[in-house]
Nanobody, 115 residues
Framework: QVQLVESGGGLVQPGGSLRLSCAAS????????MAWYRQAPGKQRELVAR???????TYAESVKGRFTISRDNAKNTVDLQMNRLKPEDTAVYYC?????????WGQGTQVTISS
């Protein structure tokens, strides 16, 4: 079992920045990849960014050049730095961890971009 706890959401004006953090605990050694997803009202959950152990990060086209995912293996955390935020980035953001035969989700953190 892997438990995930997100933090760092909030309200920010368009053009601003936020940093989300996700702390993992439990069977850390089973994690092969960590990712951030988001779900806006009335829309399906979508992949925002993903990082695989030993691999390069991948991003949704809509956030390339603005968001950066990073993983700290020593702290068992994965962060999402979000810059130049837009109203369409408003959503609940979920941390995800996956490995052989499992996937775990955090509880989600609300990000609202509004003036």
């Amino acid at each position: 079992q892997v438990q995930l706890v997100e933090s760092g959401g909030g309200l920010v004006q368009p053009g601003g920045s936020l940093r989300l953090s996700c702390a993992a605990s439990g069977s850390i050694s089973r994690i092969a990849a960590m990712a951030w997803y988001r779900q806006a009202p009335g829309k399906q959950r979508e992949l925002v960014a993903r990082i695989i152990s030993g691999g390069n990060p991948t991003y949704a086209e809509s956030v390339k050049g603005r968001f950066t995912i990073s993983r700290d293996n020593a702290k068992n955390t994965v962060d999402l730095q979000m810059n130049r935020l837009k109203p369409e980035d408003t959503a609940v953001y979920y941390c995800n961890a996956g490995g052989p035969l499992f996937t775990s989700w955090g509880q989600g953190t609300q990000v609202t971009i509004s003036s």
